[in-house]
């Protein structure tokens, strides 16, 4: 298979100071204001950022000023120096020079334990034998968003604010964000006596509590370099580092995602495919249609035209994307290209699923921020996502780049999710490479999400029986997961050959959580309809998505997302019915009933425990919370209806699709792993010791909010919690049952 070829023709001219000055300009770059995108419902509608506002000054002016901040820079650096000498004094005693916690979303302590004793992972093996490996007591509930944002900030859900993907509007009830919001926010102009409207500007937020703990080593001099930590957007700004934000970073259209399948086949009637589906037609080898980016100022989705153009002497296709050009041959991802909507663009890669001479399948990814001119914020600073595309080369922005969905909905194969997979994996790579070289001395942390996309869509394969194999391939990828474990093995070893034998250096390898058999969905807006606590609109048997038929004046309880019931109460939504003395004997009755819950094809337990939110967690933000937190057993999740809150006639369904495994599970049964360097002082470390570990080895006081502590500081043996992973690791065999 050749390697696809990007032809440029037209030249593109490269950001001033990125490619040849590493000095004074990139400082003045860095210096920059950096206006943001105007939107329009959460998506841009023009881009009002350094691209528009440079190209209406005009290249001398670009010039000319960049000179003279440059010129300014120069010549206050000796008092800057002296500050900075100054202020270095208050620096901390640090114990270490540098730290470095590699994030391999998703791997398992027991997939982990296996293959270590076959030799598939000898650099973990030899990592675990110097120092330390261990079950990683993860979060409640165990799911990515909550439990990356307990490892950034120390503290549980009830103090960082984020339980799940998605959480509701306490008035409308429908969905939202959980992480974060963005609204578009009308301009005026202040005259005193009127203000006068000119447009819109957008506005976003992070709506993660808490802090960051490498804002505290910021703050005290201490350098981080932060790249794909989960709900890190919009970037939080800090002293004394770079981020590039990861999981939520939303795609061009403002969702989480959205893929577009081309194809010369009718569109199947009314089936919704989870992304954007055209009929198009290929007229003498030739394929013209168009991109949907984000709307215009009326609402009107902008178009992006691209060409294909098939030879079939060569088998190679030829994409014309503005003014690049890419070939490549069948089941080929092209290199990204960049996608032009007037003065916002963003980047895509175009694969040729099909090509027969009777068909045409083409798939486009998700149409990614483009981090070489971003229309909003992705990293900070603000050029730090364009210093990376221009010394490294476009990379995904999206915060779940790996396109699960198009898999699950069979848009596109498991080779192509693979390809696509690793090509991500290798962009992550160079971003590794590239902060260690800069990162000399204080902290850095990359995240892999790799390890999880992939145990999600080919878990079946560990399980011969599971319901989603149907219809599919049981042989062809059946080592993906153990391949895949092998080559985070592999990456451990180039990483501990950069970092060589210097002892001032700690390296943990650390998963938010582990994995485990996702088989049958269970949908408890279904279950709490037949127990008397939903109730629907009179006439209605069923609901679709969002609640839609819904009678909240008779409804006590609800839920949507992935890890918790809702109760309907009084003062917090906006047609609550559960009175504030009623809270507790109704959250204790749904917890026995669901305790008990067994699935009818087998009369097998459903719950291992339902966790009593305020119970369990005594943060500020638990009262926003979920009341319940489902504790699943190994091979039951919420159904993929229960979480967009419809209610359909079946309580348990059979999970066929090929997102197969999951750790939406009672957290004990899914702890993340540790590995480390050095030898620790617990026993049973936990998610939220990563936080104060780091402070304490550059000598940054522990916060006394947190709840986490130092892994190399004595301390008597923790008491089990909810959060406490088991004692031993799960066994593969114990995973997939």
Not at 506 to 516: A, E
Request: hydrophobic share 40%; glycine share 8%.
């Amino acid at each position: 298979m050749s390697s696809p070829h990007l032809k440029q023709t037209t030249p593109r001219p490269a950001a001033l100071g990125f490619l040849a000055l590493r000095g004074a300009v990139v400082a003045a770059l860095l210096c920059g204001p950096a206006a943001p995108a105007a939107w329009a419902d959460g998506v841009p509608f023009a881009y009002i950022g350094p691209g528009a506002g440079f190209a209406a000054a005009g290249s001398v002016l670009i010039l000319a000023g960049t000179f003279l901040l440059a010129v300014g820079i120069i010549l206050i650096w000796p008092f800057k120096a002296v500050i900075r000498l100054v202020q270095l004094r208050g620096r901390p005693k640090a114990k270490v020079k540098r730290i470095v916690v590699l994030g391999l979303d998703g791997l398992d302590p027991g997939l982990a334990q296996k293959y270590m004793a076959e030799g598939r992972m000898p650099h973990l093996k030899k990592l675990a034998a110097e120092g330390v490996f261990s079950p990683l007591e993860t979060a409640c509930p165990s799911i990515s968003p909550v439990a990356w944002s307990s490892y950034a900030t120390g503290v549980d859900a009830s103090r960082h604010n984020i339980y799940d993907f998605l959480t509701r509007d306490p008035c409308s009830y429908m969905p939202v964000l959980s992480s974060s919001e963005t609204h578009t926010l009308p301009r005026t102009l202040n005259l005193g006596f009127a203000k006068v409207p000119f447009g819109h500007r957008a506005s976003w937020r992070s709506l993660q509590k808490s802090q960051p703990f490498w804002k505290l080593l910021g703050a005290k001099y201490v350098w981080s370099s932060i790249i794909r930590v989960p709900i890190t957007f919009p970037p939080q700004p800090f002293k004394n580092g770079t981020l590039l934000s990861g999981m939520c970073v939303p795609d061009l259209q403002g969702t989480q995602g959205s893929f577009s399948f081309y194809s010369t086949k009718q569109r199947p009637a009314g089936k919704h495919i989870g992304g954007q589906q055209y009929q198009i037609r290929c007229v003498n080898g030739v394929v013209e249609s168009n991109l949907t980016g984000p709307p215009d100022a009326d609402r009107t989705p902008l178009k992006s035209p691209f060409k294909v153009v098939f030879d079939k002497s060569t088998r190679k296709a030829t994409f014309t994307l503005g003014t690049e050009s890419a070939t490549v041959g069948p089941r080929e991802y092209t290199p990204w290209m960049v996608v032009s909507f007037g003065k916002i663009t963003g980047i895509a890669r175009l694969y040729v699923q099909t090509w027969d001479d009777s068909d045409v399948e083409i798939y486009v990814t998700p149409i990614n921020i483009n981090p070489d001119s971003p229309v909003m914020p992705i990293s900070h600073p603000f050029v730090y996502s364009i210093y990376l595309a221009k010394t490294l080369g476009q990379y995904a922005t999206l915060g779940l780049a790996e396109d699960t969905w198009a898999l699950n909905e069979r848009v596109i194969d498991e080779e192509a999710f693979l390809k696509q997979s690793w090509l991500i994996c290798e962009e992550r790579k160079k971003q590794l490479w590239e902060v260690l070289d800069k990162t000399r001395r204080g902290f850095v942390t990359v995240v892999f999400d790799t390890s999880d996309r992939i145990s999600h869509m080919f878990y079946r394969y560990l399980d011969p029986t599971h319901p989603a194999n149907a219809g599919k391939d049981t042989e062809v990828h059946k080592n993906v997961i153990p391949e895949m474990y092998g080559k985070m093995d592999e990456l451990v070893g180039e990483l501990r050959a950069k970092l060589g034998d210097d002892p001032d250096t700690v390296l943990m390898v650390i998963s938010d959580h582990g994995f485990t058999n996702f088989r049958r969905g269970v949908n408890l807006n279904t279950w709490l309809k037949e127990n008397g606590y939903l109730v629907l609109k009179e006439g209605s048997e069923t609901s679709p998505d969002w609640f839609a038929k819904v009678d909240w004046s008779k409804t006590r309880a609800f839920t949507l997302g992935l890890t918790g019931v809702f109760l309907n109460r009084v003062g917090r939504e906006g047609h609550g019915i559960v009175e504030k003395k009623d809270v507790d004997a109704v959250a204790r009755e749904l917890k026995a009933k669901l305790e008990a819950l067994r699935d009818p094809s087998d009369n097998q337990a459903v719950i291992k425990e339902v966790f009593l939110t305020r119970e369990i967690h005594k943060g500020p933000y638990a009262d926003m919370a979920p009341e319940l937190l489902i504790g699943y057993h190994k091979g039951f999740r919420h159904s993929w209806d229960c979480a967009t809150g419809s209610v359909p006639l079946e309580t348990f369904t059979d999970n066929t699709k090929s997102w197969s495994g999951d750790h939406c599970v009672d957290p004990r049964l899914v702890p993340g792993v540790f590995f480390c360097n050095r030898k620790i002082q617990s026993e049973r470390p936990n998610l939220m010791d990563i936080a104060p570990t780091v402070l304490e080895q550059f000598g940054v006081d522990v916060p006394a909010y947190m709840q986490g502590k130092s892994l190399f500081a004595a301390r008597p043996a923790p008491k089990s919690s909810p959060t406490s992973a088991p004692g031993r690791s799960t066994t593969p065999e114990e995973a997939v049952r």
